[in-house]
């Protein structure tokens, strides 16, 4: 009789046992699959709290489908614009998923445009390593453009015109070589254009109109050779017009 009982609890323990380890079968399948289908990506850390600080210091509030706190790569605050030139959302932004394994995102554009963003350009933005394209146009901020600006060197275009911004340009812009579009004006600056700027060889627009600037178009201007558009007009600039200009690629000045 106690052997009997002894082999049905064995016999139980033994199912118990099979069906644990297809039950643990199952679940590592549904894992894999899961993988297989959409890898989990995640945005750097560090890119979301510095946007989140950006967000909160230009009074900006983001809808909740955005994800702000945890994964803004992961919510509605991207979508690219239909024809793909721009970001599709305002404010917004967009992510290059692709790192590691396409598992970590990057925040590679920025949009706050026309959103009455008031208040100094935040300290946060220089955590935003990964951006290709700032638009900060129409805004309502004052107080002067940072160094640390220089130090985004992915950045292709970026927008601050239309602003109240003040005080000198800085002369790291200088180092941001990718540069093909770069807008300051209508704006309160002062001081002259720092001849760091000549070295933005793939310049291809300038727009530093209505900025606030005086002196003399530094000589370095005629390694721009790639430039197209130029607005310039309504600043206190001195001395002639250069005549390397002809060896632009104007379209428009
Ligand atoms: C927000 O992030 C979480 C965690 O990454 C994700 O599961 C969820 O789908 C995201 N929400 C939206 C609206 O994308
Ligand atoms: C990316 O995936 C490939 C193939 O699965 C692997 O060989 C490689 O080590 C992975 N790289 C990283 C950075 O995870
Ligand atoms: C940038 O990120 C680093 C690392 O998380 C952090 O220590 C630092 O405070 C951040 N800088 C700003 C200006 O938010
Ligand atoms: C900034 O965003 C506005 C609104 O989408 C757009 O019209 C403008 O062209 C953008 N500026 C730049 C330099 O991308
Ligand atoms: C622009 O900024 C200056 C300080 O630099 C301030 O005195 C002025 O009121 C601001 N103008 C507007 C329209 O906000
Ligand atoms: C950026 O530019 C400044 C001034 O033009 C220069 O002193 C500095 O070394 C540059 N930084 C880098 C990382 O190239
Ligand atoms: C720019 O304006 C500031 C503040 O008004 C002033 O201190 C500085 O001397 C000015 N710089 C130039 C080059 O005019
Ligand atoms: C340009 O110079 C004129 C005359 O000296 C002065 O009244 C004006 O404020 C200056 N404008 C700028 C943008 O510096
Ligand atoms: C000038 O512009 C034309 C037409 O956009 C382009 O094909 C050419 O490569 C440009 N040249 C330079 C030096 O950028």
Known sequence: MAGVRWMSF???????????LLLLLLLAAGAQAQQAV???????????????????KLGQ??????NTSDDPCTGSATATATDGTDIGVNPGIECDCSDRNNTLCHITK???YAMNAAGQIPQELRNLTRLTHLNLSKNLL????????????????????????????????GN??????????????????????????????LYIDSAGLSGAVPSSF?????????????????GQIPYYIGSWNLTDL
């Open 222 to 238: 005629s390694k721009l050779t790639r430039m197209k558009i130029l607005w310039a007009s309504d600043n206190n600039f001195t």
């Open 176 to 205: 941001l070589t990718n540069l093909i579009s770069l807008s300051f004006g209508s704006n309160n600056f002062n001081g002259s254009l720092p001849s760091e700027l000549g070295n933005l060889a793939k310049l291809e627009q």
């Open 61 to 66: 509030t983001a809808d909740s489908s955005w």
């Open 10 to 20: 064995r016999v139980m323990v033994i199912q118990l046992h099979d069906s644990l």
């Open 110 to 112: 920025l949009k706050i």
């Open 142 to 173: 004052q107080g002067p453009m940072p160094s640390f600006i220089g130090e985004l060197t992915d950045m292709q275009q970026m927008t601050f015109g239309i602003n109240n911004l003040s005080g000198p340009i800085p002369k790291e812009l």
């Open 38 to 56: 959409a890898p989990a990506t995640k945005t750097d850390p560090i890119e979301a709290a510095a946007l989140n600080a950006v967000f909160a």
